[in-house]
Nanobody, 115 residues
């Protein structure tokens, strides 16, 4: 199983970025796809998750600014991040959970919000 992330980088406060994560390999049937982030020296925290049925859940800190979506045919999940703040600076990880509740993780992509 391989998760390939893209879209991270440096952006000014108030700007936007779109993260993508494409899953491939023997994943079996995907149930949920999501994004987590890790601040320096802190444990990972949930950013957003979307189930195969389209149900979404967001961290309070990103509601109204971030939007998660997925393309089931491509096994790809996206995170549109708008109105970014310096406190959004973190390493963002893609997560895929299949119906057997096995979890798979991407390699992480750095998002830096700074002027």
């Amino acid at each position: 199983v391989q998760l390939v992330e893209s879209g991270g980088g440096l952006v000014q406060p108030g700007g936007s970025l779109r993260l993508s994560c494409a899953a491939s390999g023997s994943i079996f049937s995907i149930y949920a796809m999501g994004w987590y982030r890790q601040f320096l020296g802190k444990p990972c925290e949930l950013v957003a998750v979307i189930t195969s049925g389209g149900t979404t859940n967001y961290a309070d800190s990103v509601k109204g600014r971030f939007t998660i979506s997925r393309d089931n045919a491509k096994n790809t999940v996206y995170l549109q991040m708008n109105r970014l703040k310096p406190e959004d600076t973190a390493v963002y990880y893609c997560n895929v959970q299949n119906v057997m509740l096995s979890n798979y993780w991407g390699q992480g992509t750095q998002v830096t919000v700074s002027s």
